[in-house]
T-cell receptor, first 113, second 114 residues
Framework: DADVTQTPRNRITKTGKRIMLECSQT?????MYWYRQDPGLGLRLIYY???????NKGEISDGYSVSRQAQAKFSLSLESAIPNQTALYFC????????????FGPGTRLTVL | GNSVTQMEGPVTLSEEAFLTINCTYT??????LFWYVQYPGEGLQLLLK?????DKGSNKGFEATYRKETTSFHLEKGSVQVSDSAVYFC?????????????FGKGTKLSVIP
């Protein structure tokens, strides 16, 4: 079984809709991250969380919000989706301290029409 | 701030050719350096890492040496295989400046043809 899972794997939605992407992990890691990947831009950090009570904005947090429901779950929400949020979204986890390897989920491909 | 610059792709090589993907970085303090690989339809996975100057990371025939004097971490493999076709990302993590995030390069797509 995968250590980091993401649901859904693919989603098509319309402009203005609210959408939630979910991430679960069985690695027991405290730190979780949300990235988006765009062609030619690499990965950019949206939000990260060091524990359930610690959530921080990343490089491109505008238009997104997150919820850390438990150590194992970290959700990303788009309150009102827009077409330029069409991208591949990855969740990742890491152990403490922060210089350790990050483990990535398989990604969610989101299309906003 | 931190930044990573890697050679643009795509890179197309014949099987058994030598591979170099260049990566340079800008960072304060003493970053750790990583190469991640993304196979088609999958998430990223760590290929190798180096945590201090002159360290050499290696895995699956790939190598990269942390060169502080040239701020580089070039990825090399002596003989590529079709199964190495993927996108490769150079990244750094820097705790010296109080940061802990991974900063990624834009990725280099490698295609290996038989």
């Amino acid at each position: 079984d995968a250590d980091v899972t993401q649901t859904p794997r693919n989603r098509i939605t319309k402009t203005g809709k609210r959408i939630m992407l979910e991430c679960s992990q069985t690695k027991g890691h405290d730190r979780m991250y949300w990235y988006r990947q765009d062609p030619g831009l690499g990965l950019r950090l949206i939000y990260y969380s060091f524990d359930v009570k610690d959530i921080n904005k990343g490089e491109i947090s505008d238009g997104y919000s997150v919820s850390r429901q438990a150590q194992a779950k970290f959700s990303l929400s788009l309150e009102s989706a827009i077409p330029n949020q069409t991208a591949l979204y990855f969740c990742a986890t890491s152990d403490t301290p922060g210089l350790s390897e990050q483990f990535f989920g398989p990604g969610t491909r989101l299309t906003v029409l | 701030g931190n930044s990573v610059t890697q050679m643009e792709g795509p890179v197309t090589l014949s099987e058994e050719a030598f591979l170099t993907i260049n990566c340079t970085y800008t960072a304060t303090g003493y970053p750790s350096l990583f190469w991640y690989v993304q196979y088609p339809g999958e998430g990223l996975q760590l290929l190798l890492k180096a945590t201090k100057a002159d360290d050499k990371g290696s895995n699956k025939g790939f190598e990269a040496t942390y060169r502080k004097e040239t701020t580089s971490f070039h990825l090399e493999k002596g003989s590529v295989q079709v199964s190495d076709s993927a996108v490769y990302f150079c990244a750094l993590s820097n705790s010296g400046a109080g940061s802990y995030q991974l900063t990624f390069g834009k990725g280099t797509k490698l295609s290996v043809i038989p």
